[in-house]
């Protein structure tokens, strides 16, 4: 632990503190904070009592749209002719796709009862620009039995072999798609509705884009004219670049139907919402809007966060982080907790690794300057260390404090901020959940030292959801 760190930790006293619960992976951390931090917690909403049944009404009743067996009648050619594509989303995703209570099973059950074969069905993992899922993880995800008797492939933005032009969007946006999905006669979108820090909202149009796209629409979506703009951030679509720009480029694709989820805060279906693409998208986010979105009292000195599921590396972690700003005050302090699992590499993709190091040496202006300039060629995932600049313009290099005891120092120094790391002691040798404990702690201990040395006696949060919930501040 650097000195000046262990010297300002050793100033507080916990006495009369409370404890808090922070989730870690599977594992709960159990951490002490102020006796007056703030729980900022999503609306409570029950789980569906029988899953499984509820994803069977949902495909019974679709909304705005005629059953999938009336679609299937309706395309013109005799359905043992008939060729699928449903497109899903990857690990980086919570969706409940496995198993009889699952999305899958059902869903697929359905086309075949319709006369459409097995081996019409293709079934594609809308990666984006993720990596490639390993064969156990795609097992885990989506179940043995869908694994091993449907087509499961990989779209691949960077192959132009698999990728169909559909010219420009009015925004002048370049845009290629997935063959297989794009030439099938049956086009089905499915995924998880939650809040999107940029989109809005997921699911519905953004299981095609950015998840079925090219790298130069991605380029476009991704890009800094998007990002920047005020209306791309969580809960908002009217007005959103975006949204509108995901939702034009699913609908020119032509997806036929769509099946989206909703989750509540212990990842339990809230919703199943089949039928029409933007209806049911809609009718989802009318739900989650009710209980995720926070109203809290002004802004806080300090914000404690974590990275929740989405949070597999530290790439995917910039949500949890973007998602805390509207509750932390400017040059206040953001304490990300994150299980940083990804079996591939906990920071990212090795792109990911040299623009992150980018935005650490340049700053966010520089950085932010940089990918604007006219000579920068786009950059696979640029966009996250974008991201991560909007925290740091708020908070500052010395107020975000990452916890994740899965990145070693040596690759920290990639990184901004203040590593987790170094609040531990040297030479520990405590397990992976003790040193994610540890380092939160001592971080909460620096943070509130820190600004009661500057006598303030900081006003703290905790948000008790991560990334999935949404703070604003209200007026009194």
């Not at 990596?131 to 989506?142: A, L, N, Q, S, V």
């Not at 590396?313 to 932390?328: D, E, R």
């Not at 990212?348 to 000579?375: D, F, V």
């Not at 002691?425 to 909460?444: P, Y």
């Amino acid at each position: 632990m650097k000195p000046e760190f262990k010297k300002l930790i050793e100033t507080i006293q916990t006495e009369g503190w409370k404890k808090i619960q922070i989730e870690f992976g599977s594992e709960q951390l159990e951490i002490q904070v102020p006796a007056d931090c703030d729980e900022l917690s999503m609306k409570a909403v029950q789980p569906l009592a029988d899953p499984g049944r509820a994803v069977e009404e949902a495909l019974s009743h679709p909304i705005g749209t005629p059953r999938l067996e009336e679609i299937i009648q309706k395309k013109g050619k005799p359905a043992g002719l008939l060729s699928v594509a449903i497109t899903v989303s990857d690990l980086t995703r919570p969706v409940p796709y496995k198993g009889e209570n699952g999305l899958l099973l059902p869903l697929l059950k359905q086309i075949e009862a319709a006369g459409v074969p097995r081996e019409n069905i293709k079934i594609i993992v809308g990666t984006g620009l993720h990596r490639p899922m390993t064969d156990r993880e795609k097992i885990e995800m989506y179940g043995q039995e869908v694994v091993g008797h449907y087509q499961l492939i990989d779209h691949q933005a960077d192959n132009p072999a698999l990728l169909l032009s559909l010219g420009k969007t009015r925004r002048g946006t370049p845009v290629s798609i997935n063959r297989d999905f794009y030439s099938a006669d049956l086009k089905i979108a499915t995924g998880l509705v939650e809040s999107h820090f940029f989109a809005g909202v997921s699911g519905g149009r953004k299981a095609i884009c950015p998840g079925l796209v090219d790298v130069k629409t991605i380029e476009k979506f991704h890009g800094p004219d998007y990002l920047e703009d005020p209306l791309a951030t969580n809960l908002i679509l009217e007005g959103n670049p975006c949204h509108e720009e995901a939702l034009e480029i699913a609908e020119r694709a032509g997806v036929d139907f769509a099946l989206n989820v909703t989750l509540n805060k212990d990842l339990q279906l809230t919703g199943v919402f089949a039928g029409q693409l933007v209806e049911a998208n809609l009718a989802a986010f009318q739900l989650i809007k009710n209980y995720v979105a926070i109203q809290v009292r002004g802004e806080y000195d300090l914000v404690l966060t974590h990275g929740g599921y989405v949070g597999q590396n530290h790439y995917q972690t910039a949500k949890a982080a973007v998602s805390a700003l509207p509750a932390v005050k400017k040059d206040g302090t953001i304490i990300v907790v994150a299980n940083n699992r990804d079996a591939f590499d906990p920071v990212g993709s090795p792109e990911y690794r040299t623009l992150i190091h980018l935005l650490k040496l340049q700053g966010p202006a520089g950085y932010l300057n940089m990918i604007k300039s006219p000579g920068w060629k786009f950059t696979k995932d640029q966009w996250e260390p974008e991201v991560w600049g909007k925290v740091l313009r708020k908070v500052g290099e010395e107020g975000l404090i990452y916890c994740s005891p899965e990145i070693g120092l040596e690759d920290y120094r990639l990184l901004p901020g203040i590593s987790g790391l170094e609040l531990l002691e040297e030479n520990n040798r405590m397990t992976l959940i003790e040193k994610a404990k540890e380092m939160t702690q001592q971080a909460v201990l620096l943070a509130v030292a820190r600004l009661r040395s500057e006598g303030l006696e900081p006003a703290m949060a905790f948000i008790r959801e991560g990334p999935y919930a949404v703070p604003y501040p209200v007026s009194s």
